[in-house]
């Protein structure tokens, strides 16, 4: 067990003559500050030590032992050790014996390994990547890793605490008491580390910091941790130690070769209240993977999205306070159970995009504030490190570690889960110093402005590193401002996202279907203007969690009318929006119009989605996805000018518009037309840029939606009537509250 024994830690010198026996005034003042918890060098006095004699004397801090014994590694007794009080024990051996040690406790005996008969564990390298900032190697050095030592297993545990005075490893394994396992410093990245032979996964630990003060710090959760107790617990768990099996080798494969754009159509839920189990209790990964895979393949989206499942301590957050950036919820199941999950969702067909939070953080106690007693994660000064708005704490993106951390996690993410997708939450509060802050209230950058220089650094970087390795996951932000370049390569000055939440659109087509229709003349506009900007940047549409809570209500709910009037509304809208150029996003329950607001606690209203008239609103976003794959004159053009054309954007009296959409690569257009009021219109003439037939291939007021199935009898010929800068126009009939998909026969 010690083929390291003899080494030292870093503090200690190689000279045997300092090796003291635990008799001489200096080495008992030594251990009887370990035993009371005190800072001191653990290694230099702990574990096995060389005598002049060539023997070695092994020490070790047991408080509350009745008696330690020396093991060989079958269990066989090797040399009883003698206590030299406060619950240090030592014993001697013949030089190199491997051993371990034999502990009687008041109620009972363990055999244990001896974490101070270990060398240090990081290498030089890997310390000053860490220092650096690197991501990679924060992941691969930090936390709690399954290692050996020799032939020896165990844990490596490591942590970033450079202000501490003193840290140990607390857990069941030795009765949560800080004076078992001090760890050893290592300067050079003010990281402290230790191995604890023979651990197993699941084991429950957290870190006892002292600060520089002295002062004691309540237990701290591991940064890195990578699998966390089930929430209201706060303490870290030891991660399974083998790797994950996957079986998305295909899934896999054709993601990283699809180097074309493709149809991009999300569905975003809330894990913990989509659907509960009989009791209302929460499903695991296994149950909603059985339930919502079919679910959203039968409704033909290409990816889902998951509110926040980096692990949280507060369920009102939905997630978007997280302290544990690094580990999935225990909520639903263990890190397996979610790799389950993710792997299940690809052998369907279906990515999987999750809510990241690199913006803020929680003040929990056990969580980053403060961590070593100083502002390390944070800013010190609250007008650059706290948010009022969410009572949470800013990250300083200006400090390498704080930078390789968070970069860490999403390549974590990414990689060890295969997630195709991280959706970077407030992008904008990362941006701006003075966001949501008045005059006074904020720091200017260091050349007087409103930028965050520091976290623009931090979004290019992260951007780029994704990119560098993982070309092909999505990185999208939610991004409410006029910044320019968000989706802009880092090479030219971008941020480097590969799309950004269109939070314009959403909230102008929002206020413009909530008004009675008799009042959509006067706001005309707010259906239009989101394309005089729609090529600005890579657009994703979202109808999201955001616009179903907090006094808002449904979708459904905030269309005007009686309830026929208020389906059609919704079904129009959502074929306007499938229509219209940029990826398309929508929160759970708005597939079948869920009457209610959004409520965290619940599952959605399940018994109204089996109704005809909302199961019908549910079969017409089946069929709007499924248009979005068959023609790639919806998708292809969505982020440039050659993909769309008006050809009614001012009739502002009778509230229509139309538009085509064009494939570049010259797949049969598609024209699209919506009549947002309830009058039926006959004889609509449209100017369309093609001769011949155009079959109608969809009609959102057609009876398998609920709808009057009012129409044009599934297709009509163009005629020579010049119309909209076309040479031939269609004559029409809009049916009310509806919008028209019509394809020009190839």
């Known amino acids: ?44 006095w702990l574990g096995p030590h060389r005598l002049p004699d060539g023997r070695q004397r092994v020490r070790a801090l047991l408080p509350g032992a009745r008696a330690v014994t020396l093991i060989d590694l079958q269990g066989k007794p090797l040399a009883s050790m003698r206590p030299v009080g406060e619950g240090v024990f030592e014993g001697d051996l013949p030089s190199n014996t491997g051993y371990q040690l034999r502990v009687d406790w008041p109620l009972g005996q363990e055999e244990i390994g001896d974490a101070y008969a270990f060398g240090p564990q990081l290498d030089e390298d890997v310390l000053h990547r860490l220092h650096e900032g690197d991501g990679e190697a924060a992941r691969g050095a930090l936390g709690a890793h399954h290692v050996r030592c020799g032939d020896v297993p165990g844990v490596r545990f490591a942590v970033w605490a450079p202000n501490a005075t003193r840290v140990a490893v607390v857990g069941d394994f030795n009765g949560w008491d800080g004076r078992r396992h001090p760890m050893r410093l290592r300067h050079t990245a003010g990281v402290w580390e230790i191995f604890i032979p023979r651990l197993q996964a699941g084991e429950r630990y957290k870190y006892e910091i002292t600060a520089a003060d002295g002062t004691r710090l309540p237990h701290k959760a591991d940064p890195l941790a990578r699998w966390a107790e089930l929430p209201p617990a706060t303490a870290s768990r030891v991660p399974p130690a083998a790797a994950f099996a996957w079986q998305d080798q295909d899934w896999m494969q054709r993601r990283g070769v699809a180097t074309a754009p493709a149809p991009l159509s999300i569905y975003e839920l809330h894990a913990a209240s989509w659907r509960r189990d009989e009791h209302g209790e929460l499903l695991d990964w296994d149950a909603l993977a059985a339930e919502l895979i079919p679910y959203v393949r039968g409704l033909g989206f290409t990816h889902i999205e998951l509110l926040p499942v980096t692990e949280y301590p507060f369920g009102g957050s939905w997630g978007y306070q997280p302290l544990g950036m690094y580990a999935p919820t225990a909520r639903h199941g263990d890190p397996h159970a979610f790799a389950r999950f993710v792997d ?32 390390l994660y944070e800013h010190a000064d609250p007008r650059e490190g706290f948010h009022r708005d969410w009572n949470t704490l800013i990250y300083n993106y200006g400090r390498r570690e704080v930078a ?61 590193e994704v990119d560098a390795r993982f070309p092909d996951v999505l990185m999208i932000a939610e991004e409410s401002t006029a910044w320019p370049g968000v989706t802009a390569p880092v090479a030219h000055g971008g941020l480097g996202f590969t799309h950004k939440w269109n939070m314009g659109w959403m909230h102008d087509t929002l206020e413009y279907l909530k008004r009675d229709p008799i009042h959509r003349a006067h706001h005309h506009g707010q259906m239009t203007f989101g394309l005089v900007y729609a090529f600005s940047e890579r657009f994703v549409l979202p109808l999201s969690h955001d616009e179903v809570v907090h006094g808002k209500g449904s979708l459904l709910a905030r269309m005007p009318g009686d309830d026929w009037q208020r389906r059609a509304n919704l079904r129009a809208y959502f074929a306007f929006m499938w229509a219209h150029p940029g990826a398309k996003l929508l929160f759970m329950g708005g597939e079948f119009g869920q009457p209610g607001e959004w409520d965290h606690d619940s599952a959605l209203d399940w018994a109204r989605a089996r109704t005809p008239e909302h199961a019908g609103l549910a079969h017409l976003l089946g069929d709007l996805n499924a248009q979005l794959r068959a023609q790639p004159a919806l998708w292809r053009g969505d982020h440039g000018p050659e993909g769309f054309d008006w050809s009614v954007g001012d009739d502002v009296q009778n509230s229509v518009f139309a538009f085509v959409r064009h494939d570049p690569q010259g797949a049969p257009p598609i024209l699209a037309v919506s009549n947002f009021t309830p009058v039926v219109r006959h004889g609509y003439r449209v100017g369309v840029p093609r001769a011949g037939l155009w079959r109608e291939v969809l009609n959102t007021d057609s009876r398998h939606y609920g709808g009057g199935d009012i129409g044009n009898a599934g297709g009509l010929l163009a005629s020579a009537e010049p119309m909209h800068g076309h040479a031939q126009s269609l004559c029409l009939t809009l049916p009310p509250l509806a919008t028209l998909y019509l394809q020009a026969a190839s």
């Open 1 to 44: 067990m010690n083929e390291r024994a003899g080494e030292r830690s870093e503090a200690a010198a190689a000279d045997t003559s300092e090796y003291h026996a635990a008799e001489t005034p200096e080495a008992c003042a030594a251990l009887m500050s370990l035993a009371r918890g005190e800072p001191g060098d653990a290694f230099a």
């Open 344 to 375: 299940s969702c690809h052998r369907a067909g279906i990515g999987v995009i999750l809510d990241w939070v690199s913006a803020h953080f929680p003040g929990d106690e056990h969580g980053l504030q403060r961590f070593d007693g100083t502002a």
């Open 404 to 464: 390789g951390y968070l970069i860490g996690s999403a390549l974590e993410w990414i990689e060890r889960f295969h997630i195709d997708g991280l959706r970077v939450d407030a992008v904008a509060s990362m941006l701006y110093r003075d966001y949501s802050r008045q005059a006074g209230e904020w720091i200017p950058n260091a050349h007087g402005g409103r930028e965050n220089l520091e976290a623009i650094a931090f979004l290019r970087r992260l951007n780029a």
